[in-house]
């Protein structure tokens, strides 16, 4: 039962009845800590519909709930707020509905609006960095989210796989890599070809230095270095299908997906589908062509297609080159309408892309309403802000960013080190200490950047991500890892599940069942909000008040069954929201620690 709809009714039923009124709709909020109380009724906004005394108000109102909401078991009021103690039997009763639901909190399965979420999307001419270990981890955990909250859910990403820092990579491996694959030189592929994007870069800039000393001007030297000609010559062989060009292309994006796949696989994230810019690239030609007829865009004196959006309070945005062809606006759009053939059962769209992309997808999403899809109502751009380290925290592997797979096996090591430091792992064997390194770590890696609202920057820091105390990741994985040890004890005793409907609550119980109430919830919140920072946030404050619970209340120690079978079946049910809101974070919970 959602006793805040019960009250809503009676709340607006007894005005009706005490002052012949009606209410459009009433306020709850939690009670504050220094009163007495589970529900508050802020009694001023009704002053629009009733004239009085706010405290007079409240105590009718009060007294009429009292004597008609069984659930309601006392009230008092402070000055306009009208204060609800709630009764045991109505908390029992809702402990006794869930205790042995699997899925509690979770909407049914697809039943609202499928989605795609899209993330990650990286170039193929370089290792995952740590921006998209934020992109990655928000995506993923926006699909988990939205599945729980009961939409069907399409993970997708578009690999941008072609264009001219694929050919530097190919060009400078051509020229320097004397043969070298991820086999016989040990480096992941990504990394490989990471390492030759590197290698061109740095002739580049060393041919540049040249042209500009002898004389040329440093925009005209940036255009001229040989090596970027060549690089560009490249591209026009791989456009025209040179058999040889696309041999190379496709044999280094070969070894860049099995070292892209190898960090998804470290990180715990999947895609349903994958598309590719060299496969879409020319899409949205026709549809831009079909939008020039009917008017949405225009044509300049110089061929190019352009859409106007000055009405909107932007500006002329261009869609088709002067010689035809696409730019990634054009590309998106195609990529978006290809997206609703594949999918048909889609009615909605979440694209995770960082923040500096923000004015291409407010141009992206009026565009295809423009063109009169329905599904154009339902786009969102999950923007997100960027993430920095504390300087010399961490040395990235080309010395300019941060490697997504150097942070893993740094937060890794972080976590040994704090672990063995902390002694937490005495009789654990070397598999299973590694094993629970990688939890640990990747797991402080992960609720680190996601109990940050995504449109906030993040300064990242490894140590204090894997601290075991305060707001991370390891202090709600070591609570877990208490609940089921005190599981594991209760076990040797034997515990009932039928509970005892009539005993009384402590007051730490009683809060931890309205925190657990709130669970569903906070679910429809995330989703609404694609923000995983509520979840995360809400599983501190549940942890933070099963710690104030444990340390307060007796469990296995009680000597009255009734209430210790309780305590001990409130403790399960805890750690099974604490691990569901951690699966929706992406985020594993050990038995031990």
């Known amino acids: 039962m959602d006793i805040q709809k019960v009250l809503e009714a009676k709340v607006k039923e007894a005005v009706k009845e005490l002052y012949g009124a009606a209410l459009p709709s009433v306020e709850f909020q939690p009670t504050r800590k220094d009163f007495e109380g589970d529900i508050t009724i802020v009694v001023f906004p009704m002053l629009r519909a009733i004239k009085g005394n706010p405290v007079e108000i409240g105590t009718n109102i009060g007294n009429y709930l009292q004597e008609n909401v069984a659930e309601v078991s006392k009230f008092n009021v402070v000055k306009g707020f009208l204060n609800l103690v709630i009764s045991d039997a109505h908390y029992l009763e809702f402990f006794n509905t869930i205790q042995n639901v699997t899925d509690f909190g979770h909407a049914d399965p697809d039943s609202k609006d499928a989605l795609i979420v899209e993330y990650s999307s990286p170039n193929t001419n370089k290792p995952l960095h740590l921006g998209h270990i934020r992109n990655i981890l928000l995506g993923y955990s926006v699909s988990e989210i939205s599945k729980a909250a009961g939409h069907k859910v399409y993970k ?53 230095a040249v042209l500009i000393s002898e004389g040329k001007d440093k925009g ?199 672990s063995e430091e902390l002694g937490k792992l005495e009789g654990y064997s070397e598999d299973e200490k590694r094993g629970l390194y990688h939890t640990i770590g990747l797991g402080a890696l992960k609720y680190y950047i996601l109990k940050v609202d995504p ?52 007051e730490k119980e009683k809060e931890l069942l309205k925190l657990v109430q709130l669970f569903p919830e906070k679910i429809q919140e995330a989703a609404d909000n694609y923000s995983p920072a509520l979840i995360a946030n809400y599983t501190y404050d549940l942890v933070k008040e099963f710690n104030s619970f444990y340390q307060q209340v007796s469990i296995l120690g009680e000597t009255d069954e009734e209430k210790r079978n309780f305590r001990v079946l409130l403790s399960k049910k805890v750690g099974e929201v604490i691990q569901s809101a951690f699966k929706l974070l992406g985020i594993e919970v050990p038995e031990r620690m």
Not at 177 to 204: N, Q, R
Not at 288 to 311: C, M
Not at 390 to 404: C, L
């Open 156 to 208: 997708t990403q578009i690999i941008n796989d072609r264009g001219i820092h694929i050919c530097k990579s190919m060009l400078a491996w051509q020229k320097f890599g004397d043969g070298e694959t991820p086999e016989s030189s040990g480096l992941k592929g990504d990394h490989l070809v990471g390492k030759y994007y590197v290698a061109y870069d740095k002739i580049y800039k060393e041919e540049v």
């Open 220 to 418: 005209v030297a940036e255009k001229e270095a040989p090596i970027l000609l060549e690089a560009q010559e490249m591209l026009r062989k791989w456009e025209a299908g040179d058999e040889e060009t696309v041999a190379l292309w496709e044999t280094m994006n070969g070894w860049v997906y099995q070292g892209f796949n190898e960090t998804y696989r470290n990180l715990g994230v999947d895609f349903d589908k994958l598309y590719y810019e060299s496969d879409t690239y020319l899409l949205g030609r026709e549809v831009v062509n079909d939008g020039l007829e009917k008017g949405v865009f225009f044509k300049k004196d110089d061929g190019s297609v352009w859409i106007d959006l000055t009405d909107e309070g932007l500006d002329e945005k261009i869609v088709l080159r002067a010689d035809g062809t696409a730019v990634y606006m054009t590309q998106d759009i195609g990529t978006a309408i290809q997206r609703v053939k594949d999918f048909n059962d889609i009615n909605g769209m979440v694209y995770t892309v960082g923040n500096e992309q923000d004015y291409h997808f407010k141009v992206l999403f009026i565009i295809l309403k423009k063109l009169g899809y329905s599904w154009a109502e339902k786009l969102h751009h999950l923007s997100y802000g960027m993430v920095d380290l504390p300087s010399g925290k961490m040395k990235s592997r080309e010395g300019t960013v941060v490697d997504a797979d150097d942070l893993i096996d740094n937060m890794e090591q972080t976590a040994e080190e704090i």
């Open 455 to 506: 449109k906030k920057r993040i300064l990242f820091n490894p140590e204090e991500s894997v601290d075991f105390q305060g707001n991370t990741g390891p202090f709600i994985q070591y609570t877990y890892a208490r609940i089921q040890s005190i599981l594991r004890k209760a076990e040797n005793i034997g515990i009932s599940t039928v509970l005892d409907m009539t005993i009384t609550l402590h």
